[in-house]
T-cell receptor, first 111, second 111 residues
Framework: GQQLNQSPQSMFIQEGEDVSMNCTSS?????WLWYKQDPGEGPVLLIA?????ELTSNGRLTAQFGITRKDSFLNISASIPSDVGIYFC???????????FGTGTQLKVEL | DAEITQSPRHKITETGRQVTLACHQT?????MFWYRQDLGHGLRLIHY???????NKGEVSDGYSVSRSNTEDLPLTLESAASSQTSVYFC??????????FGEGSRLTVL
């Protein structure tokens, strides 16, 4: 099935650093969602984006809906150990009926 | 608080046995989904439902079935479990804004 290209695949950063990851697609999406998954748990919704160009924040997290509607970006500022996990993007299209997931970015934070 | 719950969280079974994974949500969402998550494949859609008595096949539906007799529940059945169905299974429901909320997952091992 179709998947979104998410990069980087993994990141190993120092505590306190800012983190950026992105998701790209050849298809246009109407909604972008960003999730975080901790080991042994289900994905938890972090941010939802509904309009091209939209910039939305949730605490230290900021996500943007790309102007072309084919990409989205997630930034985490001043990373902390609990930011460790896998981050997934997801795009919604087809009248809101089909959700496509990214391949995931694994974040590891070094103390 | 409204929520989505899965049971069992862990299950070990033998090849050929029938297995049913339960999913229950209290948000009154019409849209419910079952995904499986495997290394290298990300989240793949198995079956989904847009309302009572509605069921649809996803991208990896072979060997699985679902039923929707009420709004709250979407049980996933493996009629004859195979080793290839060893995976982590996530149920999800979606609100009208398109945001998808996941359960905590059911880890199934087929020996």
């Amino acid at each position: 099935g179709q998947q979104l290209n998410q990069s980087p695949q993994s990141m190993f950063i120092q505590e306190g650093e800012d983190v950026s990851m992105n998701c790209t697609s050849s298809s246009i999406f109407n909604t972008w969602l960003w999730y975080k998954q901790d080991p042994g748990e289900g994905p938890v919704l972090l941010i939802a984006l509904y309009k091209a160009g939209e910039l939305t924040s949730n605490g230290r997290l900021t996500a943007q809906f790309g102007i072309t509607r084919k990409d989205s970006f997630l930034n985490i500022s001043a990373s902390i150990p609990s930011d460790v996990g896998i981050y997934f993007c997801a795009g919604l299209t087809g009248g809101g009926n089909k959700l496509t997931f990214g391949t995931g970015t694994q974040l590891k934070v070094e103390l | 608080d409204a929520e989505i719950t899965q049971s069992p969280r862990h299950k070990i079974t033998e090849t050929g046995r029938q297995v049913t994974l339960a999913c229950h949500q209290t948000w009154n969402h019409n849209n419910m989904f079952w995904y499986r998550q495997d290394l290298g494949h990300g989240l793949r859609l198995i079956h989904y439902s847009y309302g009572v008595h509605d069921t649809n096949k996803g991208e990896v539906s072979d060997g699985y079935s679902v039923s929707r007799s009420n709004t709250e529940d979407l049980p996933l059945t493996l009629e004859s479990a195979a080793s290839s169905q060893t995976s982590v299974y996530f149920c999800a429901s979606r609100d009208r804004a398109g945001e998808l909320f996941f359960g905590e997952g059911s880890r199934l091992t087929v020996l």
